[in-house]
């Protein structure tokens, strides 16, 4: 942690990619520091998901109630489901220095680009569809017709994969998690973050 705002680091890239297996293989290794926002969500708990820890699972009249009173960064609906990112975590962490970690599908992703555009923006993608539907189906927590939105899903935000500031294949899990560390370390270097503080030191208002 550092006395500057944190960065904001989202990641996106289609279900089943391995957005989950990724940000925890990197929160595994305490050189990196950063605070993963649990989503707030409507879809069913899947087994071994614990409240609070992989989402906040909460009806749809709780979900909305958050909106209507202005709780959400973003939200989006995703294949029948909301799901969003609460906004009083991520804002107290950044402006404590902490980076903060968003792990979003790609029209949350957009909503943020626009209120945030510091943050760091990466697209986690898989080698190939076949890869990926290989991924999903293995990980056996969808039904068919689930796993069919799901693919269709995902051709439609690969699409959208120009509107991220970095693309990350996910091959192997150890290599897509060093590729990230890699974009995290040079985007703390980025001018425009680093700037400032030096403005101070040389007493540039
Ligand atoms: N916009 C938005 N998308 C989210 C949020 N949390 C999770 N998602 C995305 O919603 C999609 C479905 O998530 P989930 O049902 O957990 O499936 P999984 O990502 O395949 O494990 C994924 O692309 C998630 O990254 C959020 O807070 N906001
Ligand atoms: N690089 C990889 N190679 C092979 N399988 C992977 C890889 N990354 C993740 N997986 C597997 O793919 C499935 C989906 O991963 P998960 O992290 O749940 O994806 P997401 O969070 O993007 O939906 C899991 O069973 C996971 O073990």
Redesign the pocket.
Known sequence: MSSEKGMLIV???????G??TVRKAMLKDATNKFKY?V???T?PM?PGEQDGV??FFRTKAQFEEQIRQGGML???Q??D?Y???PLKYVQDNLNNGWDVF????????L?VRKKMPDGVFIFLTPPDLASLRHR?TG?G??DQSTIEK?ME?ARQ?IKMMSNYDYAVVNDQVPQAVKRIEKIVQSEHLRVSRVIDSYRKMIGDK
């Open positions: 990641l996106s890239g289609p279900s089943g990619v957005k989950g926002s989503s707030m969500t879809r899947r992989d989402y973003e939200y989006a995703y294949v489901h799901y969003g990112t968003l792990e979003i599908e790609v029209n949350g992703a909503q999903i990980r927590s969808e799901r899903q935000e």
